[in-house]
């Protein structure tokens, strides 16, 4: 019995194929005892059918339920608890889920989505039964799997009975998201829109914080892997002045619209599909699902071709975000446990770190705000406790980002880990982790902690020397020590000689703590660096001290020989000046050899780097001169 043998007008485009057409009860019916049912996807999650096998009297027993990510495919009751009849086994614990989990009544398979469809192709994972929403077939009798086509394809080739939904609303995407309708043994109409997407809460200010910190490493010619997270969806936001981004993505949602209306997206430098937009599913709202509509722009594959490791890492300049609940001190993250409680899942994510981790300028990315909600508990952990079972390994992570900065964790030691962790916790647990690194023996007894403020991003600058190279211009950190000391290794006698005032051999680790573990209160420091931000070379270094009783900060410079008279030591000085004028310091003083005329050259010359000039006076003193600026 067809839908139209029961009343309700058949689509013209169904017509050739009404004895296909049934009830969503009908379709059920074919559910054997025992079967293993595999359930569509978030946004095209086909609830009728899911509803309709729920409501079958005296129902086949012993029927799992399979599926990713589901949309209201569990029925709960007023106080939230799930009122399933069947067992379900997810890949993925969302807020459809959390209840059925938690009282027992679904399995969490903790695994990577993208190596399900090789496993249901051999029979380790069993589906019997497809329940898939399609579109409406064209002329041609080819049905798209629109917004969802992730394990769809390896589900619907395995499952021996496959009903679909067949809902008008459905967009057609492209790609490899067809199904001929003699791949479908059950048509079920339903009219209804498809399932919206949405984030119900605002971005705190920390997520705001870490998204701009994520855009703002970001370059140009980049492809994103987007993913659903708030902190990463908003991050987009932060990419306006971009040029030729492109998109790989096992997800897409509609915060890639102002980018694709801005002429951001273009995808011209992928070396993968360039120009397009690769996903293997969507969520949004009907603005997206209009775009993709018919759009060859978007690019639709299953999820293990998309979420291929190696086809991820020749990508260009591949960035990949993951938000995580903690990380513990050498760097291992957990990101699908909340408190014990399974939340989330690991998704395509390890394939797209791995892969980022390997394309030719990518990022891997992991990003987490420093406290619990409630501010009592820091997410950066001296180790991670039981109940927060480790997601990615600490020897794929590379980029750890919190609303006080950004850690690169990759090549580091255990001690340089923990330090640039710590100091991109919460402050007020700061000391706490140090105590506790000191404890584990991660780091030494002897280290110190001086700066309790968020990493000024603001005070980065990219400088264009005179002879055309660039460099970046950041704050000093803990983890700069190495740099400093190559830097220092690096420069010659006489140099070490005039910043030092003596002869110095080497620097220990109190030397290099008073260059880069500072307050930023009272004693700041900057580097110039070159390259990479995850492998940079520290072309420099420059510090101010402010002394209490005068207002005045003193200045010490030093830069590597190969950058010496490109006009770097001006950047610094006239970088250092603003950012000391800005805090309302009056002055610097620098004590400086007679002999060392660069740097008195380069000193008086920190009248010209000051808005309005400067007032500079010069104090031979035997075998030193002080020179004074005044703003």
Request: hydrophobic share 45%; glycine share 8%; charged share 20%.
């Amino acid at each position: 019995m067809n839908a139209a043998a029961g009343g309700a007008a058949l689509h013209p485009l169904l017509a050739p194929f009404a004895d296909k057409v049934c009830t969503a009860a009908q379709a059920v019916a074919g559910v054997r005892h025992g079967d293993h049912v595999f359930v569509g996807t978030a946004c095209a999650t086909p609830r009728a059918l899911v509803a309709a096998l729920e409501a079958v009297d005296y129902g086949p027993a012993d029927v799992e339920l399979l599926h990713f990510f589901t949309d209201h495919a569990v029925r709960h009751d007023a106080q939230g608890q799930a009122t399933t009849r069947f067992r379900h086994r997810s890949f993925f614990v969302g807020a459809d889920m959390r209840a059925a989990v938690r009282q027992g009544l679904a399995d969490y398979v903790p695994m990577s989505i993208a190596r399900v469809p090789d496993l249901i192709a051999i029979g380790r994972i069993a589906v019997d039964v497809a329940f898939i929403q399609v579109s409406l077939p064209d002329a041609f009798g080819y049905v798209s799997l629109g917004v969802s086509v992730d394990i769809v394809p390896a589900a619907v080739a395995r499952a021996r009975l496959v009903i679909a939904e067949v809902n008008p609303h459905m967009p057609r995407s492209l790609g490899e998201s067809v199904l001929h309708v003699s791949q479908l043994h059950h048509l079920v109409p339903v009219d209804t829109p498809v399932i919206e997407y949405r984030h119900v809460h605002a971005a705190s200010e920390a997520m705001e914080q870490i998204a701009r910190y994520i855009g703002g490493i970001i370059d140009d010619g980049s492809t994103l892997q987007i993913g659903l997270g708030r902190v990463t969806n908003e991050a987009l936001k932060y990419l306006a002045d971009r040029q030729d981004l492109g998109i790989h993505s096992d997800v897409i949602t509609d915060a890639i619209i102002p980018l694709l209306e801005k002429g951001i997206l273009t995808g011209a430098c992928k070396t993968q599909r360039p120009r397009k937009i690769v996903t293997s599913f969507a969520m949004g709202t009907r603005r997206l699902y209009a775009l993709i509509d018919g759009n060859p722009l978007f690019v639709f594959l299953p999820i293990e071709a998309v979420a291929d490791p190696a086809v991820i890492a020749a990508q260009n300049k591949m960035v990949s975000v993951t938000q995580a609940f903690a990380v513990d001190l050498t760097g291992q993250v957990c990101a699908d446990q909340v408190g014990g409680e399974f939340y989330s899942g690991l998704a395509a994510q390890g394939e797209f770190l791995r892969g980022a981790a390997r394309s030719p300028g990518g990022k891997p990315i992991i990003c987490l705000v420093s406290t619990d909600e409630a501010g009592a508990s820091s997410r950066i952990r001296a180790t991670l406790p039981a109940g927060e079972g480790v997601t990615v390994a600490r020897s794929d992570v590379h980029y750890v980002i919190t609303e006080f900065g950004i850690a690169y964790l990759f090549g580091k030691s255990i001690r340089e880990r923990a330090l640039a962790l710590i100091e991109i916790a919460h402050p007020k647990f700061r000391a706490e982790l140090l105590a506790q690194a000191q404890a584990l023996g991660y780091v030494g007894a002897e280290q110190t902690l001086r700066n309790m403020r968020a990493y000024a991003v603001e005070d980065e600058k990219t400088v264009v020397l005179k002879d055309g190279r660039d460099l970046l211009l950041r704050p000093a950190a803990s983890g700069d020590a190495q740099g400093i000391r190559d830097l220092f290794h690096g420069l010659s006698d006489r140099d070490v000689y005039t910043r030092f005032f003596r002869r110095v051999r080497g620097l220990s680790d109190r030397d290099v703590q008073r260059l880069c573990n500072l307050n930023f209160e009272n004693e700041v420091a900057f580097v110039a660096c070159s390259g990479l931000r995850e492998n940079a070379q520290t072309a420099a270094h420059a510090c101010y001290f402010v002394d209490p009783s005068t207002n005045l900060a003193e200045t010490a410079f030093m830069v590597h020989p190969t950058w010496q008279g490109s006009g770097l030591g001006s950047a610094l000085q006239q970088h250092m000046a603003d950012h000391a004028r800005k805090r309302g310091v009056r002055g610097f003083v620098a004590e400086i050899l007679a002999v060392n005329e660069n740097m008195i050259r380069l000193a008086r010359a920190g009248a010209g780097v000051v808005a309005g000039g400067a007032r500079v006076t010069v104090e031979p003193s035997g075998s030193t001169v002080r020179v004074t600026t005044l703003w």
